[in-house]
């Protein structure tokens, strides 16, 4: 094996087709710890852990990328910790590719008093109260303990709804912390083995010349992916996609595209159709322990009394464990008495239907045929 | 296939080996799910599922039976849902034997404003404060519905302290409620295909000429197997072995027997060496949600300090999927943010320790070599 070869192609993204008639593309993405076909799902896992499920159930699930939060274990339990710990691979024994997220949004939503300043953040913990500040370089500092493959940059995740000045000014600043992110990243690097992808963040809020702007900005910067972030944050649905259609155009062809924390099946689908590789949402696993589960013919709720005695599978296409051995009724059971096994049973159901949805939709792509696939599958499913 | 014959030795139990120092024995005890291999622990499912570990997960750990908690079922989601389902085995996917509780010490220790009379108990449910009758004979339909190979008789689970005087009424009335379960029992064993066994239960507080007279009647019903009861229930430990110690020679040598809801580890080899085939008991999955794992030297404290970056097993010579997978390190960050995987991880590994337990204590049986290695377990177990 040669590993200088393999590290030159830590990375690197090829498109293996493009779809006529949409913007969706099929990938493979290279990294440390293998090689990724895109698009795909990361299911989240903020601290350290997908909830419920342990390592093995997601490598059975076929999960290629778990996410984990840099905000939360910078908290417990610290990012050197983790370092020693052999970064989050050796932390949480997990060996295939993981993302950090830097924690931007978690800072401002959780933390107490956030004041955003020129230098970084400064914050108050939600677990203790205790005071710290998140600069575009701690933040990478912290990204590299983690040792994830792909760190996000720093950003202000801009609230919705916001006026166009504060929109541009939010925009700049996210530009500023990504150009003194980068060259953090860049001296930290060179102390290290295993290399780690920067990742952009595209914000800009709901106007289409800031968006396009700063992704001109990231664009030159010339990092290995970029992602799209304050989507999905409230602003209604068709907004999101005409954002969403305006904004991949301005970003390079050829480096994956990462649309952050959205969304529900058909926001995926919508997201793919567009051109987005990457994805991350709480919804399939936080819904699966709110007794909602996703199925090819829309949600089916838990705790509803239809399925008290209903002896089938939620899903009877559905190929997952939870499918395989246990009933709707059981299921059901199981939220009615409040036991961990019905979140633990829902959300590996959740996560099977959402990472195969992402395998069929880059099937169809492949093939040649994921227009009709999304007219079939928006026909089916009942929002 | 015979079936006859299969029939005809269902709930037999072979004696295989006993050891010549101590009263410990190992045998084979047949059900119509199968045989099961004494001496054996039950994993406490009381809602119809071990609390965090799906039956995959209790079939990988070998466990033999399953236990379920008449009261808690026939409150949620009713005994007559749980037989149109086709009882506890078709309503949670599991194929080998199980055993239900009667729910008299729940309907004592959970239930508002219990009444006991001679017909039975008058409760209140502790979900929704309903009014409801427990009588033996009502009980007995509860766990014909439910359909586990082993039901427990209805019985009045004496308090500990109790004066001499209440623990003989007590247990009276529990012969008298055995006699009127048995009856009502082989009414209901004649509608049925599959046979149940119906154990009695040996009460008498620690007063032992009562435990012997109970012990002595209860003999006398031929029942297929008998329990201990009301004994872990706060008594001293030395007291509760030597009522055990007193009672056990009371009770037929080619019955199984069963002492209820003990215990620690070092309780297991006690009443196994005291000759005792049969154990449940909350202890190894409650004490796991609690932060607390079993090893051969005794208990580990997961949220302790001095495991945040011990990056090696719980239990070095554990053989569990969790020791196989997962640092000390990681469990106890699992526990410190309250994560779900922590509760299943340490489930896992404690219940895998009580069945190997188990296991060990049935090869030393067979072995010969029960007496030493009771004494090198007890010298390396620290409690």
């Not at 990375?11 to 293996?16: D, G, H, I, S, Y």
């Amino acid at each position: 094996m040669n590993l200088r070869s393999d590290q030159a192609r830590n990375f690197v993204f090829e498109l293996v087709a493009q779809d006529a008639r949409t913007g969706a593309r099929a990938g493979l993405l290279h990294t440390p710890h293998g090689t990724i076909e895109t698009p795909f799902f990361m299911p989240v896992g903020t601290q350290a852990t997908v909830k419920t499920l342990s390592q093995q159930d997601l490598e059975a699930l076929g999960a290629q990328v778990l996410l984990a939060n840099a905000y939360h274990l910078y908290l417990r339990p610290g990012a050197e910790l983790v370092a020693r710990a052999g970064g989050l691979h050796g932390f949480m024994g997990w060996k295939r590719p993981m993302l950090t997220d830097s924690g931007g949004f978690q800072v401002f939503s959780l933390s107490g008093l956030a004041r955003i300043k020129e230098e970084g953040v400064y914050f108050q913990s939600h677990l203790d109260g205790s005071r710290h500040l998140f600069s575009p370089e701690k933040v990478m500092e912290i990204e590299h303990h983690l040792g994830a493959d792909f760190i996000m940059a720093f950003d202000e995740c801009t609230p919705y709804p916001c006026t166009e000045e504060y929109a541009r000014n939010s925009m700049e600043l996210t530009l500023r912390w990504a150009r003194r992110g980068l060259e953090r990243h860049t001296q930290l690097q060179q102390e290290q083995e295993v290399p780690q992808a920067l990742f952009g963040i595209v914000q800009g809020s709901v106007f289409p010349p800031l968006r396009a702007r700063c992704a001109a900005e990231l664009a030159a910067l010339d990092l290995p992916g970029y992602a799209v972030g304050g989507l999905g944050v409230g602003e209604p649905p068709a907004l999101m996609r005409e954002i969403l259609a305006s904004t991949l155009p301005q970003l390079p062809l050829h480096k994956p595209r990462y649309l952050m924390g959205v969304g529900l099946p058909h926001d995926l689908v919508a997201g793919v159709s567009a051109g987005v590789d990457m994805f991350d949402c709480v919804i399939p696993t936080r819904n699966a322990r709110n007794a909602t589960a996703f199925t090819r013919l829309g949600r089916v709720r838990l705790k509803n009394a239809s399925l008290a005695e209903d002896p089938g599978p939620l899903d009877p296409e559905c190929s997952c464990q939870t499918c395989a051995h246990y009933s709707r009724a059981y299921l059901r059971h199981l939220f009615q008495t409040k036991e961990i096994l019905g979140l633990r049973l829902a959300t590996y159901h959740n996560l099977h239907f959402y990472l195969e949805l992402m395998r069929r939709m880059r099937r169809a792509i492949i093939e040649g045929d994921f227009a009709r696939w999304q007219a079939e599958f928006l026909a089916a499913y009942q929002d």
